[in-house]
T-cell receptor
Framework: GQQVMQIPQYQHVQEGEDFTTYCNSSTTLSNIQWYKQRPGGHPVFLIQLVKSGEVKKQKRLTFQFGEAKKNSSLHITATQTTDVGTYFCAGTRVYNNDMRFGAGTRLTVKP | NAGVMQNPRHLVRRRGQEARLRCSPMKGHSHVYWYRQLPEEGLKFMVYLQKENIIDESGMPKERFSAEFPKEGPSILRIQQVVRGDSAAYFC????????????FGPGTRLTVT
């Protein structure tokens, strides 16, 4: 079964609105990674978070890793049509070093 | 620097035929992962290999599917006696070191079984 849960599955926003996707694990993660897959493309690595409570920013994207290292979020401020795609989190479990992807959140942006 | 290469990009097979998907990792990468993605769905882990070793095949179906990463040459994902349900995009990724290092994905092979 899915070891890393990601919600929502779909998100439709108007251009300029904000967007957030959440990733949750029942077990502690050593790190979490985020990837973006454009329609028809392949996943591309965005960022990795390692420390408890870590926050990283890439322009309009803000990534957070929870204090307990069991959850993470990706927030996009003022979405643009170029943000369209599916955003995946990937968590590595501490106890067995397995890295598994969440089901992804598919973002569509209406101009 | 060449990225991860996969071929063919598109593959059409009739039911019962064999499908062979190839993946050449990025230069300097010795860890290879295979994922399956059904239309509109997420990435399902299949297998993780290093040169000449299968490290984790917990996501591989028990029958008809096999993978290898020989000392020389690309990694191969082999599907015997394909069925319609095998139609999907198969992505290969590579990393310099094993988990939890970031993975670099190839463009994928779109397999269609008719």
């Amino acid at each position: 079964g899915q070891q890393v849960m990601q919600i929502p599955q779909y998100q439709h926003v108007q251009e300029g609105e904000d967007f957030t996707t959440y990733c949750n694990s029942s077990t502690t993660l050593s790190n979490i990674q985020w990837y973006k897959q454009r329609p028809g493309g392949h996943p591309v690595f965005l960022i990795q978070l390692v420390k408890s409570g870590e926050v990283k920013k890439q322009k309009r994207l803000t990534f957070q890793f929870g204090e307990a290292k069991k959850n993470s979020s990706l927030h996009i401020t003022a979405t643009q049509t170029t943000d369209v795609g599916t955003y995946f989190c990937a968590g590595t479990r501490v106890y067995n070093n397995d890295m598994r992807f969440g089901a992804g959140t598919r973002l569509t942006v209406k101009p | 620097n060449a990225g991860v290469m996969q071929n063919p990009r598109h593959l059409v097979r009739r039911r019962g035929q064999e499908a062979r998907l190839r993946c050449s990792p990025m230069k300097g990468h010795s860890h290879v992962y295979w994922y399956r993605q059904l239309p509109e769905e997420g990435l399902k882990f299949m297998v993780y290999l290093q040169k000449e070793n299968i490290i984790d095949e917990s996501g591989m179906p028990k029958e008809r599917f096999s993978a290898e990463f020989p000392k020389e040459g690309p990694s191969i994902l082999r599907i015997q006696q394909v069925v319609r349900g095998d139609s999907a995009a198969y992505f290969c990724a590579s990393s310099q070191l094993g988990p939890p290092y970031e993975q670099y994905f190839g463009p994928g092979t779109r397999l269609t079984v008719t």
